[in-house]
């Protein structure tokens, strides 16, 4: 079984609920929190921009927290191990909002690490990361990181990071300051 087979048969849509906190870490760098979860309806907010053509190799998932809207997958590159350890990389686009009001796209590389039952049956823990590599719209120029570590009982990915403004702006209170004068 892959993945992909549990993505469509075990996890499906999970309903979550999660309070997402972002704070300013120190000047231009917000801390991001939430959690998504597998949803083939996933809607991005009207500001953010259009999803893509293609929606990518698993679901989109559905991002609630700092985070609202639609994260993308496309692997390209995958190793399943004897012992059960799982590589994948690949690059991922994020199409949204932070806190509400900082809205656009951003794409990231990212490298998933997970382990499985020696059927691949079903993950037995998983985390990756995501290092920003673009951005469009209010998102433009920004870098940092964003790390999922899965929940595999309930089937909900919570995540943590950061994020750099590039504007060489003092804080994001200013960009989001910025976004909500249009």
Known sequence: MTPQNL???HFG??????????????????QVSGSGVYNEACTVPADAGAPPADTGDYPPIKMDGSLEGCWYTYVSDSRLH????????????FVG??????CGTFRTTYTFTGKFTANFEAEIHGRCQ???????????GTSG???FKDDVDDGV?????NMKDSDNETDWEARTRKTSDR
């Open 7 to 9: 993505v469509n048969g």
């Open 13 to 30: 849509e999970v309903a979550t609920a999660l309070v997402g906190v972002a704070t300013t870490a120190a000047a231009g760098t917000m």
């Open 82 to 93: 004897p012992s059960g350890a799982y590589q994948e990389s690949g690059t991922e686009f």
């Open 97 to 102: 909002c932070l806190n509400e009001t900082t």
């Open 130 to 140: 995501h290092p920003i590599v673009s951005g469009t719209g209010d998102f433009a």
């Open 145 to 147: 990181i964003i790390l």
């Open 157 to 161: 990915f919570y995540y943590r990071g």
